[in-house]
Structures are given as C-alpha cells and as structure tokens.
C-alpha cells in the first residue's frame, strides 16, 4: 500500500530556505499529478503547488509563485518543494498528496487528492 512520506521541515529565519521531499513509500506515484498543501493554526488547508505526472508543467498559488519551486523526479519516486525567501506567513504544517491520473484539472483542490501524508510542520521566525 502506497504511503506519502514527507520530510524536511523545521525552523528557518526570515528570508532563508527550505527543501521539502515527498516520497512515495511503498509504491510509486504513478503518472498522477502531485500537490503540496498546507494549513496554518486557525486557518484552513490551502494549496501551495503541483506539478503534472510528466514534471513538465507546475502550478503555483500567488502567495509562493517566484519563491518557490516543485520539481519531481519519478525515477526516484519523489516530489521537492524548494522554497525560498521565507517569511513567517509560510508557517505552516506542509502536506504533500496525490493526484488524478494524467490529468491537472482543479490541481488547487484538495478535494481532487485521494492519499495524503501525515505533514511536515515549517516554521519561520522573524
């Protein structure tokens, strides 16, 4: 059975950096579209970024488009978020999931996940 295993969080000073990993233990991620989520104290789980099954098209929300970047290599069944000029706003439990099959419709919906990790807290200090 598939299990999302995410792993490098911890805690950075304004303006530093952070790589995130998702792996897929037990399995693979197949040719599904890969989402990194996350969710602040009090607040509700928002989307960070995706890439397609293929690794050749990324998506962003505004709040990290130009700080951060996902990449995958499928190869080594794994997903990075490489994330970049930190501010305190970035706190939050980072969950990666797994998307549909060939395909990156609604990819900013949480609905459209079917397997979650159990999340990666990131803080950042001022």
């Known amino acids: 059975q598939v299990q999302l295993v995410e792993s490098g969080g911890g805690l950075v000073q304004l303006g530093g950096s952070l790589r995130l990993a998702c792996a897929a233990s037990?399995?693979?991620?197949?040719?599904?579209?890969v989402g990194w989520f996350r969710q602040a104290p009090g607040k509700e789980r928002e989307f960070v970024a995706a890439?397609?099954?293929?690794?050749?098209?990324?998506y962003y929300s505004d709040s990290v488009k130009g700080r951060f970047t996902i990449s995958r290599d499928n190869a080594k069944n794994t997903v990075s978020l490489q994330m970049n000029s930190l501010t305190p706003e970035d706190t939050a439990v980072y969950y990666c999931?797994?998307?549909?099959?060939?395909?990156?419709?609604?990819?900013?919906?949480?609905?459209?996940?079917?397997?979650w990790g159990q999340g990666t807290q990131v803080t950042v200090s001022s």
């Open positions: 999931a797994r998307g549909p099959p060939f395909s990156t419709v609604r990819y900013s919906r949480d609905e459209s996940y079917d397997l």
């Open positions: 037990g399995g693979t991620f197949g040719s599904r579209t």
């Open positions: 890439i397609s099954w293929n690794g050749f098209t990324p």
